[in-house]
């Protein structure tokens, strides 16, 4: 923890190290002049005129801290006080730079733009079960509803140790990385848990062949750290850079990329462990079955240990935005974004609480200016804004009326223009409420074949609304068929509904979830779609299999090269436990 996180006042008036920035200058000058004011009238009246004088050196010290670090701000030397010293000039010219110049919007000598956050937001590494010396720890996910003990954690920092690991351990293995999936994929009961951020490291790297191998456990944000100077992008992620590579290829993650798709698309080997501890390496021309088994399959064979992935362009992007009713999105999409070869992001919202309108946003490329001083997405040490819209828009009356009606409007206004990699570096974060205790954030996705859109729209919307869901929103993504794996949710053209929504902690409330989850389930198996894995596990095992109809193959995979079903997380303790005992295997 950093100082001034520690003692936030004493650091912004007394030390002279670091930056504060414009707006920290003023509200401090306010803070000091005041309390300057209120002591020194107290002190003449209460003592005598003599005793103001002890607030003297505190006051100044404060000025001299604070325009120190204001100064810093802008790369400057404390030294610039002594412009103070020429007439009226040198005044001027540092009430200009303490009150109004911008400071640095890059870490400079100083230290990092005030404000900002020294990392993306992370998990915790597991946690200590009170009042219990024991090594068992507590696993659980971004949601805090799927808390999983489990008997030790192991972190890996080699891949020749992930291997003796795994060759060594006889008791039940689970997997996990940043752990974002939110219906306890990444823990089993009683197992041993590997964390494989750890393993982060860049192996190899071709700017021209635009390929990179990594460490699974390394995340999207530090790849594009490492490739943003070679004016490359990750080629397929998702829209917020915080997951590991491994989690990301194990749940076949997608973005908003048009043309694009599954995670899948962008893979062209990986290295795995299997339950021996051997490592191998898989693509789609060489050990295919392990490939289409472990991308996407939540660590149901192995364990993603080395990837290499294909990169991009990263080129400027220009957002543009046209609201509309939802029963013409699709038309337009593909009259105006699917065959549009500058378009790059995409996504579709539609606006709760009566999903009768949406709003499509693109990103295509430019060769205007961007308007953000920054190539990658600066991080902040706390959103306040975005907490606060969280709250409004679910919390208070006509809280999504303001959303489509005033907030978005306003919002998508203003001309943006953003690097790839910045529009592809979003923190979680900025969707971390105060307090998951009492209620939290939860994602589903249905994957829809393109032609059955306003189909499984009309019976999600009549779900929604019967159920009274605090739904904050909707988001439509498109992806292009997946290349064959075994878990594929896109087994032709789909779009993704993404849909964000707020529930309760309670018991009551977690069923009543589960109960209407089951039914938009049915919903997307009757338009030959599928649901996400790496979400809640509410769907039955008859609903699973109808909606991922090869996931047997990815069983016969399992039982042949996990036998003694050592990898396990909640998913395959509720749909692969079955496929043993009817089959009498393990």
């Keep these: 923890m950093r100082l001034q996180q520690k003692l936030p006042v004493s650091y912004l008036l007394f030390t002279y190290n670091g930056r504060i920035?414009?707006?920290?200058?003023?509200?401090?000058?306010?803070?000091?002049?005041?309390?300057?004011?209120?002591?020194?009238?107290?002190?003449?009246?209460?003592?005598?005129?003599?005793?103001?004088?002890?607030?003297?050196?505190?006051?100044?010290?404060?000025?001299?801290?604070?325009?120190?670090?204001?100064?810093?701000?802008?790369?400057?030397?404390?030294?610039?006080?002594?412009?103070?010293?020429?007439?009226?000039?040198?005044?001027?010219?540092?009430?200009?730079?303490?009150?109004?110049?911008?400071?640095?919007?890059?870490?400079?000598?100083?230290?990092?733009?005030?404000?900002?956050?020294?990392?993306?937001?992370?998990?915790?590494?597991?946690?200590?079960?009170?009042?219990?010396?024991?090594?068992?720890?507590?696993?659980?996910?971004?949601?805090?509803?799927?808390?999983?003990?489990?008997?030790?954690?192991?972190?890996?920092?080699?891949?020749?140790?992930?291997?003796?690991?795994?060759?060594?351990?006889?008791?039940?293995?689970?997997?996990?990385?940043?752990?974002?999936?939110?219906?306890?994929?990444?823990?089993?009961?009683?197992?041993?848990?590997?964390?494989?951020?750890?393993?982060?490291?860049?192996?190899?790297?071709?700017?021209?062949?635009?390929?990179?191998?990594?460490?699974?456990?390394?995340?999207?944000?530090?790849?594009?750290?490492?490739?943003?100077?070679?004016?490359?992008?990750?080629?397929?992620?998702?829209?917020?850079?915080?997951?590991?590579?491994?989690?990301?290829?194990?749940?076949?993650?997608?973005?908003?990329?048009?043309?694009?798709?599954?995670?899948?698309?962008?893979?062209?080997?990986?290295?795995?462990?299997?339950?021996?501890?051997?490592?191998?390496?898989?693509?789609?021309?060489?050990?295919?079955?392990?490939?289409?088994?472990?991308?996407?399959?939540?660590?149901?064979?192995?364990?993603?240990?080395?990837?290499?992935?294909?990169?991009?362009?990263?080129?400027?992007?220009?957002?543009?935005?046209?609201?509309?009713?939802?029963?013409?999105?699709?038309?337009?999409?593909?009259?105006?974004?699917?065959?549009?070869?500058?378009?790059?992001?995409?996504?579709?919202?539609?606006?709760?609480?009566?999903y009768k309108r949406a709003r499509a946003v693109t990103w295509e490329e430019t060769d205007e200016k961007p308007t953000v001083k920054t190539r990658l997405m600066p991080l902040k040490e706390s959103y306040p804004v975005e907490r606060y819209f969280l709250w409004a828009f679910t919390q208070t009356p006509l809280g999504k009326w303001r959303r489509e009606f005033i907030i978005d409007p306003l919002l998508f206004r203003s001309k943006r223009i953003h690097w790839r990699n910045y529009e592809a570096g979003y923190d979680v974060a900025e969707l971390e409420p105060k307090s998951r205790e009492n209620s939290t954030y939860v994602l589903l996705e249905y994957f829809v074949p393109v032609q059955r859109f306003n189909e499984f729209e009309a019976s999600m919307t009549e779900i929604f609304k019967r159920y009274n869901v605090n739904v904050l929103n909707v988001s439509i993504r498109h992806a292009l068929a997946d290349p064959g794996t075994y878990l594929a949710w896109a087994r032709e053209e789909v779009f993704a509904f993404v849909v964000y929504y707020k529930q309760q902690t309670s018991p009551a409330a977690k069923n009543k979830v589960a109960t209407w989850t089951r039914e938009l389930a049915d919903a997307v198996i009757a338009v030959n779609g599928a649901y996400y894995l790496p979400y809640q596990v509410h769907a039955t095992v008859a609903q699973f299999h109808q909606a991922y109809p090869n996931a047997h193959q990815l069983f016969e995979l399992k039982a042949r090269l996990d036998p003694d079903y050592k990898f396990r997380n909640i998913l395959w303790d509720t749909y692969y436990k079955p496929y043993i005992k009817t089959n009498n295997h393990g």
Excluded at 41 to 63: H, Q, R
Excluded at 72 to 81: A, E, I, T, V
């Design 21 to 354: 920035s414009k707006g920290a200058y003023w509200l401090a000058s306010v803070f000091y002049w005041s309390a300057f004011y209120v002591l020194f009238n107290l002190l003449w009246f209460a003592i005598n005129p003599a005793s103001t004088f002890i607030l003297y050196p505190i006051l100044f010290w404060a000025m001299f801290c604070t325009s120190v670090k204001r100064l810093h701000d802008q790369n400057r030397s404390g030294y610039w006080l002594l412009a103070a010293f020429i007439p009226v000039l040198g005044v001027l010219w540092l009430v200009f730079l303490l009150g109004f110049k911008r400071g640095n919007m890059v870490a400079n000598h100083y230290g990092a733009v005030p404000g900002s956050a020294p990392d993306y937001f992370k998990n915790d590494n597991g946690r200590q079960i009170p009042h219990l010396k024991t090594n068992e720890r507590i696993i659980d996910d971004v949601t805090h509803l799927n808390p999983v003990v489990v008997n030790n954690v192991l972190r890996p920092v080699t891949v020749e140790e992930l291997c003796l690991i795994v060759q060594n351990t006889h008791t039940p293995i689970s997997v996990g990385g940043g752990r974002f999936s939110m219906g306890g994929q990444t823990a089993s009961p009683d197992s041993t848990h590997i964390d494989m951020r750890g393993l982060n490291q860049i192996i190899s790297f071709g700017a021209e062949e635009k390929l990179i191998k990594v460490q699974a456990g390394i995340r999207w944000c530090d790849i594009q750290q490492y490739i943003d100077g070679y004016d490359l992008s990750v080629k397929i992620m998702q829209t917020y850079a915080n997951f590991t590579v491994g989690g990301a290829l194990s749940v076949n993650a997608h973005g908003r990329y048009i043309g694009m798709g599954p995670v899948a698309l962008s893979v062209r080997s990986v290295d795995v462990v299997l339950a021996n501890g051997t490592l191998v390496n898989a693509s789609l021309t060489h050990n295919r079955e392990i490939f289409l088994g472990v991308i996407g399959g939540y660590n149901a064979i192995g364990i993603i240990a080395l990837a290499e992935l294909e990169l991009a362009q990263n080129v400027a992007i220009k957002r543009t935005s046209l609201k509309m009713k939802v029963e013409d999105y699709k038309d337009y999409f593909f009259k105006q974004v699917r065959n549009n070869g500058k378009a790059v992001f995409h996504n579709g919202d539609i606006y709760p609480p009566h």
